[in-house]
């Protein structure tokens, strides 16, 4: 006789297909995301709630549970739902595009165990009452136990106030699983299995010093002070009234992982490596490398958005989500990039980015030659999009600015990673550092610079669909794809993209490489010197500057507190001598704290302001040595009788003083060079550990035998060449700084002088270039002047008398005579034609310079007159050298005798000590503009002022042999 007998299930099952099988609390989470994704939710979130026992809350706008759905679908583990039809229903739906289901096997749901041990479910379907549900996944534990015996209470209702009323009914209910309820039979199964569970729990931690409440004790205490409350619901779009359907999961008691997202404290690693876990896995939840310019990619991104919120008290903080996402724009500009679509043929088909330009050719590489693309529909592999972008993460060798590179490298370090999406998101674990399923890691161990890619350092995604891809399945715990043909035929695909693009276009065997990045790096070189020597000037801008401004302020005040100490400075006797001293002292002192640094070349609106300035500071140190001065003679007046007495007690002041400013300056010294040591320290560590770990994966490849001898030492030889020409990059710099401070040379006075030096040549290149098209324009301007002045001057002279005679000709004939001048006087500019030299006299320059500004004189009541000794002077020159000299001086002097309001007007040009001396009664140069004065576009002059007139007199002297100074 042949009896049939079905299998016995244990409770234990659930805990095994649940908690047991997903990897970790972030995955779980995923889990339970899809879930909402695949009840049509635009919006799923979790919040985690601080208190005495945090809660966490999973909430969605999804379409929600009947109290059937959650009985016959929620229930019932390995719906059939999931496997026999991906067709949802279109009110359902919620007005979105039908989704491809994201679950395949109906136990996602038992995720929740993974987050914590009690889960209060609600959810709410339109037009339909609230349902809920209260389990405790720790009754699943019991090994002792039926699947049968356990029973979930479920409750409806109708308001939102009455579930935390009913809350302690679903408790009660809830404890019986663990107590018995009516049945007898059931309560007594239920109570010999919590008698033999809890035997075995003791009997397992017996001898370990732990005092730990048998596993029913602790169910029935932590169940009877759950704190669920209205806080908990209040970010539930359906709870605040935003939505009519979806479902919210609370968790109380919830793990380790949850607990320590509402901690910031970084002291502890292992909480911040779970913090960075947790991000890791989550961020980019939703595909982020959707090509916003391509339409066909936009409409297959999901309407889905995520947050995750840490709550202390009613305070929010955002941990990520869609507002803390990047996206594929943030990373368009990467000078690295490889964009295409793999076909069912396994072949790769796109464009190529190297080093900042987009190669003209599109890109095409096979899958490997030994590679059988398998066809059959349950093991082929269908096409999918690729997306990478990456740059180089060494500074010198990267076309990215300075502000690009460090914004990359801010993105790296948060969201690096080569993931895989399906249908829009993220499947796990791929992209997580911890996994290497294409080997990039493993390839890179065997020769970093040749196969390029880094995981740490890369952005990318495979984009696959369900509806092409049916192959590529994920295992029940979600640790990545079952590890089919289709699968492995995926693996050898990629691979093969990364190490043909790593060898044609980016890694050191790349001809790209070879021929850009030597000029990459010396561009990069003279860029990072350039910005450098630009930071340095801004910091010497900025305080020139704030000083400026805080000095123009202070300095009247102490002016006028020295007007009126030196007004009534009086010694009356010797006693007064040494605090008269100490007040000069103290004078000096503030006064010599005032002072600035070199002023920039251009000072635009603070022109005015350092005008005042340097008045107040000439002021300052004029009446410091007035009452120094004064003093000394008060001092000759009194006459002390123990003069070394007061002298040594001004060495004392004095010596104090010193010793005061030498202190503070130490003091800094001594922060600085601490800070400075433990950094160097650390690079050294650094750079001393960098070749053993780039060389030791030779050393293993050489015991693997894919490497002989000879090649092992020759690629280890190179390796050693690299490392030490980048560590000389590094240290060298800094050992000449530190033996330049040895010999005492001012580092920041040599940077800034040189800084300023190169400044000015390049500004004197560009205006000399700038000066040489002005002079070719004159020359052509000149020319065709020249022509048309004969022309008109022989049309004038034909003309008839009785017409010549007339108002207007003479009008014309001025007019024409007036702009011959001006001709003659641009002639010397001329470049062209012979350069005559002959003896010119002082009164030949007197009367052509006087008859030229006649008329201006006149209008502005200017005396112009010349010494004897300048109509007796000869020299021998050109004539088109000389004069333009002396008309620029002139004009100059007009200019600057016409702000003068009152004074009496007047030029002279004579002779002083075998000088050539052009003089006027006007303001004079101010001391401080003197070194500039002859510098081109250096000029005070408030309108009609270029600075060229003496920049170009003093060259066109020079080249005579001449000179020029004020």
Known sequence: MIDGVSFQTKARTVDHLGREQIADCPTAISELWKNAFDAYARKVELNIYNGEDPVAVISDDGHGMSRSELVGRWLVVGTESKATSDTTPIADRLGLPQRTRQGQKGIGRLSCANLGPILLLVSKRINAPYVAALIDWRLFENPFLNLSDIFVPIVEFEEQSDLLGRLPTLISALKENLTGGHDASRAERLQDAWRAYDQSHLDDNRGTGDRLLPPSEAILSTLSHLNFGNRHFAEWSVWSGQANHGTALLVAQINYDLRVELDTDDADPAARAARERFFETLSSFVDPFVDPADDDDQRKKPDFSYSVRAWEGSVPRLILGDQKQFDRRQLDGMEHQIVGTVGPDGAFRGRIKAFGKWLDMPCVIEPPKD????????????????????????????????????????????????????????????????????????????????????????????????????????????????????????????????????????????????????????????????????????????????????????????????????????????????????????????????????????????????????????????????????????????????????????????????????????????ELQKAEFKRIRDLVSLRNKHFHSEAEPLLERFDRGELGFAETSKLMEQMKSRVDSDNADIFLPYIGALESLKESIDLEQLAAFSMEEVSDMRAELDRLNALAQLGIAVEIVGHELQAYDDIIGDGLGKLPNEVRSSRAVKDIEFGYQGLTDQLRFLSPLRLAGQKIQRWITGREIADYVGEFFRLPMAKQGIVFSVTDAFLKFRVFDQQSRLLPVFINLINNSIYWLSTAQDAERKIVLGVVDKEIVVSDSGPGVDADDVASLFGLFFTRKTRGGRGVGLYLSKANLAAGGHRIRY
């Open 371 to 670: 590679l059988d693309i398998p066809q059959r529909s349950d093991t082929r592999v269908g096409p999918f999009d690729i997306y990478i972008a990456t740059m180089e993460f060494t500074a010198l060798r990267t076309t990215h600015s300075q502000a690009e590179f460090q914004h990359f490298k801010g993105l790296a370090e948060r969201y690096s990673g080569f993931m895989i999406f399906r249908d829009g998101l993220r499947v796990l674990p791929y992209g997580r550092t911890d996994n290497d399923f294409f080997e990039i890691e493993s390839r890179r161990s065997k020769n970093a610079g040749r196969e390029f890619w880094n995981h740490r350092q890369m952005f990318g995604r495979l984009s696959i669909s369900r509806a092409t891809n049916p192959n590529l399945k994920d295992k029940a715990g979600r640790e990545g794809l079952l590890d089919n043909r289709a699968a492995k035929t995926l693996k050898l695909v990629v691979s093969q993209i990364l190490e043909q693009s790593a060898r044609r276009y980016f890694g050191s065997d790349s001809d790209i490489r070879q021929e850009l990045l030597p000029q990459i790096t010396e561009s990069n070189k003279a860029k990072r010197a350039s910005e450098d020597r630009n930071k340095l000037r801004q910091k010497q801008r900025q305080e020139f500057r704030g000083k400026l401004r805080r000095f123009s302020q202070e300095l009247p005040g102490l002016v006028r507190e020295l007007e009126n100490y030196a007004q009534n400075l009086y010694i009356a006797d010797e006693g007064h001598i040494s605090r008269a001293q100490q007040d000069l002292e103290i004078f000096r002192e503030r006064a010599a704290d005032f002072r600035l640094p070199g002023a920039p070349k251009s000072l635009g609106s603070l022109e005015e302001t350092y005008t005042s300035y340097r008045d107040s500071a000439r002021a300052a140190n004029i009446l410091v040595e007035t009452i120094s001065q004064e003093l000394d003679a008060q001092i000759e007046r009194v006459a002390p009788r123990k003069p070394r007495e007061l002298l040594e007690r001004q060495l004392a002041r004095n010596a104090g003083q010193i010793h005061h400013r030498i202190k503070v300056s130490a003091r800094t010294i001594d």
